[in-house]
């Protein structure tokens, strides 16, 4: 059964680069033909699909991120990343990875990593 | 972006009720809602995929309906495992969307 783990920067400074990955293991990640994606959730409120990164590596960027966003893939390592640039205490929250369907359903999660913004 | 209204958004039932929520999008998206429970401290689980299909393993107490801009979630005879927070969303257009949640409460 696959399984993703997050893995990261917990504590990160205004206007510095949040940076995490996450490790799929159980499968490989190229199997499928799956989109990948990282959606985070602030303390008590919602969530917000960051994006997705497909199978051929290009990739789709919410656009309220402003361009501050990297998302890329590893088929070898069998690892994501997500990159995000000039960070601020609006960009604390538990960022999740999670695989996606071919309808964009998120079948498969991580179970999320905490990162905080503060100097 | 594509709004997606959850209402309501807190609701107290007991086990064994029956709960219906509901999300309204801001245009029509067919059928391309989704929808998933989240605990507190885990991440979302996906229950139903394109606004009525049951995912794997999710028990058939679940149910997803509608089409266009208004969709429902119904929950047959609430277990205590069901106590959670719900999600709608859309994958219509991008930015993919989700609704604020519904808290489902004893």
Redesign the interface.
């Known amino acids: 059964q696959m399984q993703l783990q997050e893995s990261g920067s917990g504590l990160v400074k205004p206007s510095q680069t949040l940076s995490l990955t996450c490790a799929v293991s159980g499968g490989s990640m190229d199997t499928g033909g799956f989109p990948w994606s990282w959606i985070r959730q602030p303390p008590g409120k919602?969530?917000?699909?960051l994006g997705y990164i497909y199978p051929s590596g290009s990739t789709?960027y919410?656009?309220?991120l402003l361009g501050r966003v990297t998302m890329s893939k590893d088929g070898s390592k069998n690892h994501l990343s997500l990159k995000l640039n000039s960070v601020t205490a609006a960009d604390t929250a538990v960022y999740?990875c999670?695989r996606a369907?071919m309808?964009?359903?998120?079948?498969i999660?991580?179970?999320?990593t905490m990162v905080t913004v503060s100097s | 972006d594509i709004q997606m209204t959850q209402s309501p958004s807190s609701l107290s039932a007991s086990v064994g009720d029956g709960v219906t929520i509901t999300c309204r999008a801001s245009q029509s998206i067919v059928s391309y809602v989704n929808w998933y429970q989240q605990k507190p401290g885990k991440a979302p689980t996906l229950l139903i995929y394109s606004a009525s299909s049951l995912q794997s393993g999710v028990p058939l107490r679940f149910r997803g309906s509608g089409s266009g801009t208004d969709f429902t979630l119904t929950i047959d005879s609430l277990q205590p495992e069901d106590f959670a927070t719900y999600y709608c969303q859309q994958t219509f257009r991008t930015p993919h969307t989700f609704g604020l949640g519904t808290k489902l409460e004893f």
Do not use: I, K, M, R
């Open positions: 919602g969530l917000e699909c789709y919410n656009p309220s999740y999670a369907t309808v964009h359903a998120f079948d999660w991580g179970q999320g």
